[in-house]
């Protein structure tokens, strides 16, 4: 379930209860969060969000690039988890710094096609 734009805690009010309704029936699940939260990033809301996949198989974060706050809390929630976190290759983004390019977004197909 996906919302451009949106930050993580809108993210887990609006899709929170289906998401953790139908988590025990995903094997994987792709989490990009955090680069809209700016200076509102709160391990708090991340954590929230990772826990209603609890039941999924197995968890993949596309981190946010560097300059983004809620990328320190993303790898910590991420090792908390046990989880996999995949780094947005630089040389595959667009200008912005955070969408892939097409390039980025075939690799990205690659990374889960492994799962």
């Given at each position: 379930?996906?919302?451009?734009g949106?930050?993580?805690?809108?993210?887990?009010?609006?899709f929170?209860?289906?998401v953790?309704?139908?988590?025990?029936t995903?094997d994987?699940?792709?989490?990009?969060l955090?680069?809209?939260?700016?200076?509102?990033?709160?391990?708090?809301?991340?954590?929230?969000a990772?826990s209603?996949?609890?039941?999924?198989?197995?968890v993949?974060?596309?981190?946010?690039?560097?300059k983004?706050?809620a990328?320190?809390?993303?790898?910590g929630?991420?090792?908390?988890?046990g989880?996999?976190?995949y780094?947005?290759p630089?040389?595959q983004m667009q200008?912005?710094g955070?969408?892939?390019?097409?390039?980025?977004y075939?690799?990205?197909?690659?990374?889960l096609?492994?799962?």
């Amino acid at each position: 379930m996906a919302e451009k734009g949106i930050t993580t805690q809108d993210w887990v009010r609006r899709f929170g209860v289906s998401v953790e309704r139908d988590a025990h029936t995903l094997d994987v699940v792709l989490i990009s969060l955090g680069s809209n939260d700016g200076q509102n990033a709160n391990a708090t809301n991340l954590f929230k969000a990772r826990s209603l996949l609890a039941q999924a198989k197995t968890v993949i974060w596309i981190a946010p690039g560097p300059k983004y706050p809620a990328r320190s809390q993303i790898l910590g929630v991420a090792r908390e988890f046990g989880d996999v976190v995949y780094e947005r290759p630089v040389e595959q983004m667009q200008d912005d710094g955070v969408h892939f390019d097409q390039m980025g977004y075939k690799r990205m197909a690659s990374v889960l096609a492994r799962y």
